[in-house]
């Protein structure tokens, strides 16, 4: 098993900055990738960014350039650093751990508003 535990969100001006953070516990030696989605009102669930054991990253379009994903090992967390934040990128956003099965967290929710 695999617990993981979303820290960082909150309410943010548009063009700030937010530090998301998942911990993760339990079986950790069995993750080989862990991402960040994020579910909006009425939308589906999409992925935001994901990265591998070997710290290899992807990205949705929408967030290239100004989102980063990182991990240390040494705490066991992953980071999402989100930059020049838009009204659109509003949402819950929700640490995922892929082992033999997938694992959530509670979700975090991020807003972005004036």
């Known amino acids: 098993q695999v617990q993981l535990v979303e820290s960082g969100g909150g309410l943010v001006q548009p063009g700030g900055s937010l530090r998301l953070s998942c911990a993760a516990s339990?079986?950790?030696?069995?993750?080989?990738?862990m991402a960040w989605y994020r579910q909006a009102p009425g939308k589906q669930r999409e992925l935001v960014a994901g990265?591998?054991?070997?710290?290899?990253?992807t990205y949705d379009d929408s967030v290239k350039g100004r989102f980063t994903i990182s991990r240390d090992n040494t705490k066991n967390t992953v980071y999402l650093q989100m930059n020049s934040l838009k009204p659109e990128d509003t949402a819950v956003y929700y640490c995922?751990?892929?082992?033999?099965?997938?694992?959530w967290g509670q979700g975090t929710q991020v807003t972005v508003s004036s």
């Open positions: 339990g079986t950790i030696l069995s993750i080989y990738k």
């Open positions: 995922y751990a892929e082992a033999a099965r997938g694992f």
């Open positions: 990265i591998t054991t070997t710290s290899s990253t």
